[in-house]
């Protein structure tokens, strides 16, 4: 079966840093993508990682583990706007993203 | 940059109607769009996958006579949610491949609402 966990909801401080921790277990992985959606929007992409190791993109970082099945999301430097979901996704099989349970971050002044 | 479209944005029906929606890519050839369903402070929950000239295949639970899509054109997949009831009440969203057909191009448009009374 499919199963990713993320979670639920965390709160941080507005320019402190968050790690937004995801576990998957599916039958098969084409990568690890993060996606970040305000409220009654659709999702933007943030990240992806197929490889293990650090990507870093400006303020947002993700990490991946493919012999655990973990993923984290990095955030730093936390602003306002960041409040938002993060969801974490998988690649499966014909190009179909499976999405986590995500996480829904507060950041607080 | 890629950009796909809903239409409506948002819509309100009445039990037992119908109700389509439409998803566009504007300014690229999609040949593959998927079709999602997010209830209130979920995730989003992948209902069917859609490739143009062919019929969609369906998620495991998801009723293919309820959800009736079509995919006629590279820019454009329709989902009808046929006689419609309050549970059917959600955030619909829809994705579209760009012509590379990798995840790293799969394109969000913006929802729509769907409330059922």
């Known amino acids: 079966g499919q199963n990713i966990d993320q979670p639920t909801e965390m709160t941080a401080t507005e320019g402190a840093i968050v790690q937004i921790n995801c576990t998957y277990q599916?039958?098969?992985?084409?990568?690890l993508f993060w996606y970040q959606q305000h409220a009654g929007e659709a999702p933007t992409f943030l990240s992806y990682?197929?490889?293990?190791g650090l990507e870093e993109k400006g303020r947002f970082s993700s990490f991946l583990s493919r012999s655990k099945g973990y993923s984290y999301l990095l955030l730093k430097e936390l602003q306002m706007k960041d409040s938002a979901s993060y969801l974490c996704?998988?690649?499966?099989?014909?190009?179909?993203?499976?999405f986590g349970t995500g996480t829904l971050l507060a950041v607080q002044p | 940059g890629a950009v796909v479209s809903q239409h409506p944005s948002w819509v309100i029906c009445k039990s037992g109607t119908s109700v389509k929606i439409e998803c566009r890519s504007l300014d690229f050839q999609a040949t593959t769009m998927f079709w999602y369903r997010q209830f209130p402070k979920q995730s989003l929950m992948l209902m069917a996958t859609?490739?143009?000239?062919?019929?969609?295949?369906?998620e495991q639970g998801v009723e293919k006579d309820k959800f009736l899509i079509n995919h006629a054109s590279l820019t454009l997949s329709t989902l009808t949610v046929t006689s419609a009831h309050p549970e059917d009440s959600s955030f619909y969203i829809c994705s579209a491949n760009g012509a590379s057909g990798s995840y790293y191009e799969q394109y969000f448009g913006p929802g729509t609402r769907l409330t059922v009374t």
């Open positions: 599916t039958s098969g992985f084409n990568g």
């Open positions: 859609s490739n143009e000239g062919s019929k969609a295949t369906y």
């Open positions: 990682n197929v490889l293990d």
């Open positions: 996704a998988v690649g499966g099989a014909t190009n179909k993203l499976i």
